[in-house]
T-cell receptor, first 114, second 116 residues
Framework: AQSVTQLDSQVPVFEEAPVELRCNYS??????LFWYVQYPNQGLQLLLK??????LVKGINGFEAEFNKSQTSFHLRKPSVHISDTAEYFC????????????FGAGTRLAVHP | DVKVTQSSRYLVKRTGEKVFLECVQD?????MFWYRQDPGLGLRLIYF???????EKGDIPEGYSVSREKKERFSLILESASTNQTSMYLC???????????????FGQGTRLTVV
C-alpha cells in the first residue's frame, strides 16, 4: 500500500520570502508523484508531477519540486512567494502504470502575509 | 479546456435521504473518480470507474454507491445519508492515453454536502 505524509499542516510566510512544503511517501512499488493546489472554494489544479527522468521538476506559477528516491521525498519549493499563492497544497502519489488512482497527503495550508 | 462539472456547489440534506451527486466531463475521458475531502485527512478515494458500467471500490466505499450509464457522467449515490457523510465531494476525470495524459487528472469544483 502507498501513503503520503505532509509534514506541516500550516506554513506561514511573508511575501517575497522563499518557501518549502515537505512531502514524504511510502510505497513498495514504483509511483508517480504530484503536487496539487486548491484555492479557496475551488477544485484541485495540478502544479507539477514527476513521472521519471530528471529529479527536478518545474511546474506552473514558479513552483518546483525535487524527487529524492533515497529519502522518499518530494518537497515543493518556490524562491519568492506572492499573496496570491495563499492556498492549500496537496502532495499525492499514484502507482506507475495504473489507473491514476491518487493517494493524497493531508494537505499544507500556505498563508502568505504582506 | 477540459471541464469537469459538478451539478451542485452546496447541498443540504436530511438524515436518511437518498442523495445523488452528479458529475459530467466533456473530454471523452475513460476514467472518472469520486473523492471525499475532509480537514486533516486530505482527499480519499470513494469509487472510480474505468469504463461505462464498470466501477471499482476505492478506500472508503462504505455507505456509497456509483452509477456510470454514459461515458461522460458519473454519479455518486448516498443510499441513506448520515451526518458523518457531511463533507466536500470532488469528482475527477482522466484519459487512458499516453503516460502524460493518463497522469493528468482534472477536478470539478466540488460539492459541499451537509447532512442534518
Amino acid at each position: 500500500a502507498q501513503s503520503v505524509t505532509q509534514l506541516d499542516s500550516q506554513v506561514p510566510v511573508f511575501e517575497e520570502a522563499p518557501v518549502e512544503l515537505r512531502c514524504n511517501y511510502s510505497s513498495s512499488v514504483s509511483v508517480y508523484l504530484f503536487w496539487y493546489v486548491q484555492y479557496p472554494n475551488q477544485g484541485l489544479q495540478l502544479l507539477l508531477k514527476y513521472l521519471s527522468g530528471s529529479t527536478l521538476v518545474k511546474g506552473i506559477n514558479g513552483f518546483e519540486a525535487e524527487f529524492n528516491k533515497s529519502q522518499t521525498s518530494f518537497h515543493l519549493r518556490k524562491p519568492s512567494v506572492h499573496i496570491s499563492d495563499t492556498a492549500e497544497y496537496f502532495c499525492a502519489v499514484s502507482v506507475s502504470g495504473g489507473y491514476n488512482k491518487l493517494i493524497f497527503g493531508a494537505g499544507t495550508r500556505l498563508a502568505v502575509h504582506p | 479546456d477540459v471541464k469537469v462539472t459538478q451539478s451542485s456547489r452546496y447541498l443540504v440534506k436530511r438524515t436518511g435521504e437518498k442523495v445523488f451527486l452528479e458529475c459530467v466531463q466533456d473530454m471523452d475521458h475513460e476514467n472518472m473518480f469520486w473523492y471525499r475531502q475532509d480537514p486533516g485527512l486530505g482527499l480519499r478515494l470513494i469509487y472510480f470507474s474505468y469504463d461505462v458500467k464498470m466501477k471499482e471500490k476505492g478506500d472508503i466505499p462504505e455507505g456509497y454507491s456509483v452509477s456510470r450509464e454514459k461515458k461522460e457522467r458519473f454519479s455518486l449515490i448516498l443510499e441513506s445519508a448520515s451526518t458523518n457523510q457531511t463533507s466536500m465531494y470532488l469528482c475527477a476525470s482522466s484519459s487512458t492515453g499516453n503516460r502524460e495524459q493518463r497522469t493528468e487528472a482534472f477536478f470539478g469544483q466540488g460539492t459541499r454536502l451537509t447532512v442534518v
